[in-house]
């Protein structure tokens, strides 16, 4: 590994020991065994560099679930048993110790603190909401259009994000994947109603 992939492992590392706020440059050049000079080489800031540890942290976890094996062949693309099994698989993940979804709120705290970080993130939240369609509705991301993106990949990520803060507050009342799905359903079934 160079010293640019060092320094993103080691501003991962720091991100989960210690959050945004509170790493600093020394911690990442501590963690990844470089130096200072290079942070601002290879990424122009500190802020730069956890943005990107932070995304990549992310995609991770979304690659482990489209390639990890971690949603059963067995249920179709769209289903309501996908819907569960995807949520299932964000869900376990935030109760792992130490798990990035608790700096997703320390971020969104941060708002205009920080617009280096903030302009960055809205980008990747584009393309995270385009991956997400793909968790429950099967197909490539390449293939996912920008109407889609902007309506039901926005639509998963407000879900995602609302379940990330029921888990970072309080989470021994958060839903399960068992209860949003029974929420769904119960959307479902008003709608034929209507």
Same mark, same amino acid.
């Given at each position: ?15 989960? /020991? ?9 911690? &990442? ?8 000079? !290079? &942070?601002? %080489?290879? %990424? #122009? !800031?500190?802020? =730069?560099?956890? +943005?990107?540890? %932070? ?15 971690? &949603? ?6 769209? !289903? @309501? ?8 698989? &964000? @869900? ?13 709120? /320390?971020?969104?705290?941060? #708002? ?14 584009? /393309?995270? +909401? ?41 989470? /021994? !009342? =958060? ?20």
């Amino acid at each position: 590994m160079g010293h640019r992939e060092d320094l993103l492992e080691g501003a991962k590392r720091c991100l989960l /020991e210690k959050g945004f706020l509170r790493t600093t440059a020394r911690d &990442i050049v501590k963690a990844s065994g470089t130096n200072l000079a !290079s &942070i601002g %080489y290879h %990424y #122009g !800031s500190k802020d =730069a560099l956890l +943005a990107q540890a %932070y995304v990549a942290m992310v995609e991770e976890v979304s690659d482990a679930f489209e390639g990890g094996g971690a &949603i059963e062949s067995s249920s179709a693309p769209g !289903s @309501v048993e996908r819907f569960r099994e995807v949520w299932s698989n &964000i @869900v376990d993940t935030m109760r792992e110790p130490g798990s990035q979804w608790r700096l997703s709120m /320390e971020i969104l705290a941060m #708002g205009d603190q920080l617009p280096e970080v903030r302009e960055h993130l809205a980008r990747a939240q584009r /393309e995270g +909401a385009r991956g997400i369609v793909t968790l429950f509705m099967g197909g490539h991301e390449e293939d996912v259009t920008d109407r889609t993106t902007d309506t039901l990949g926005s639509f998963y990520t407000t879900l995602l994000m609302g379940l990330v803060a029921q888990w970072t507050f309080d989470p /021994e !009342s =958060a839903p399960d994947a068992d209860a949003l799905t029974e929420g769904l359903l119960q959307v479902m079934e008003a709608a034929k109603q209507a």
